[in-house]
T-cell receptor, first 111, second 115 residues
């Protein structure tokens, strides 16, 4: 069975400092993995996806994630946080014809 | 990517009533999904809707409470029936190609408050 764990429910960073949002997954086969962002009162926007091509995946707005099979991780990073990055972030692993969502990480960016 | 719209964007309803949420896509898609996001929570899949067949419901969700229609490849509705305050949530639809590993694109959501 597939599962996904987001290790931090809340992360606070100062503007201009790096962002690290952690995600671990479990899957009985090679999964696809995604990161989505949800801004307040908005729908979900796709940040990036891993589908068994390059292990380092670049997404929108300067975000990237690295797929590490040995660590079963897919952490999301950004070199320099911006105030507009404050939002809820969801890590997703594909199950059998459906998504398995993590519990979400709320990112707070301090001025 | 697909462009998805939902109606209504938000509503306030009285307990015991029903609300039908519409999801419209700008292109033909194989699979449409309905999710619930309770306050401060992650997304939970309610059901998968394929055109021309009955929706497939996840554990804990039943057709009598959440009837779904999928009359064509660009449209679906979700009805929340006999509502109670516990149904207050954001309801989101998404679309996918049906391969199981594909990207899903989400609508903006319908914010429902039941009094």
């Amino acid at each position: 069975a597939q599962s996904v764990t987001q290790l931090d429910s809340h992360v606070s960073v100062s503007e201009g400092t790096p962002v690290l949002l952690r995600c671990n997954y479990s899957s009985s086969y090679s999964p696809s993995l995604f990161w989505y962002v949800q801004h307040p009162n908005k729908g979900l926007q796709l940040l990036l996806k891993y589908t068994s091509a390059a292990t380092l995946v670049k997404g929108i707005n300067g975000f990237e994630a690295e797929f590490k099979k040995s660590e079963t991780s897919f952490h999301l990073t950004k070199p320099s946080a911006h105030m507009s990055d404050a939002a809820e972030y969801f890590c997703v692993v594909t199950g059998t014809y459906k998504y398995i969502f993590g519990t979400g990480t709320r990112l707070k960016v301090l001025a | 990517s697909a462009v998805i719209s939902q109606k209504p964007s938000r509503d306030i309803c009285q307990r015991g009533t029903s609300l039908t949420i519409q999801c419209q896509v700008d292109s033909q898609v194989t699979m449409m999904f309905w999710y619930r996001q309770q306050p401060g929570q992650s997304l939970t899949l309610i059901a998968t809707a394929n055109q021309g067949s009955e929706a497939t419901y996840e554990s804990g969700f039943v057709i009598d409470k959440f009837p779904i229609s999928r009359p064509n490849l660009t449209f679906s509705t979700l009805t929340v029936s006999n509502m109670s305050p516990e149904d207050s949530s954001i309801y989101l639809c998404s679309v996918g190609t049906g391969t199981g590993q594909e990207t899903q694109y989400f609508g903006p959501g319908t914010r429902l408050l039941v009094l």
